[in-house]
């Protein structure tokens, strides 16, 4: 499974953004979808995951800010993200875990201005 996220940018504080993580194919069985980020000099964390039957996790940090969600038709994993703010200005990744398998897209930067 390839994954290819895309929607970052450079946003000021307050505004809204959202992020794609497009599956190159659909995955059988039980998976954790999720979003991490890593800001520089930090350790990458866990922003927000979905399993397959639909549970969402997020962070004390953007809970309440950001929602995960998925197009099953389109094999696509959105991070809507409102509200910014500067402490969210990290490399976003997303991530596909389906029993031994673990899968990682490349980063899209978010940046956002105080």
């Known amino acids: 499974v390839q994954l290819q996220a895309s929607g970052g940018g450079l946003v000021p504080a307050g505004e809204s953004l959202r992020l794609s993580c497009a599956q190159s194919r659909s995955i059988d069985g039980f998976y954790v979808m999720g979003w991490y980020r890593q800001a520089p000099g930090k350790e990458r964390e866990s922003v927000a995951t979905?399993?397959?039957?639909?549970?969402?996790n997020y962070a004390g940090s953007v809970k309440g800010r950001f929602t995960i969600s998925r197009d099953n038709a389109k094999n696509i994993v959105y991070l809507q993200m409102s509200a910014l703010k500067p402490e969210d200005t990290a490399v976003y990744y997303c991530r596909c875990q389906s029993g031994s398998l673990d899968y990682w897209g490349q980063g899209t930067q978010v940046t956002v201005s105080s």
């Open positions: 979905l399993t397959s039957f639909g549970k969402a």
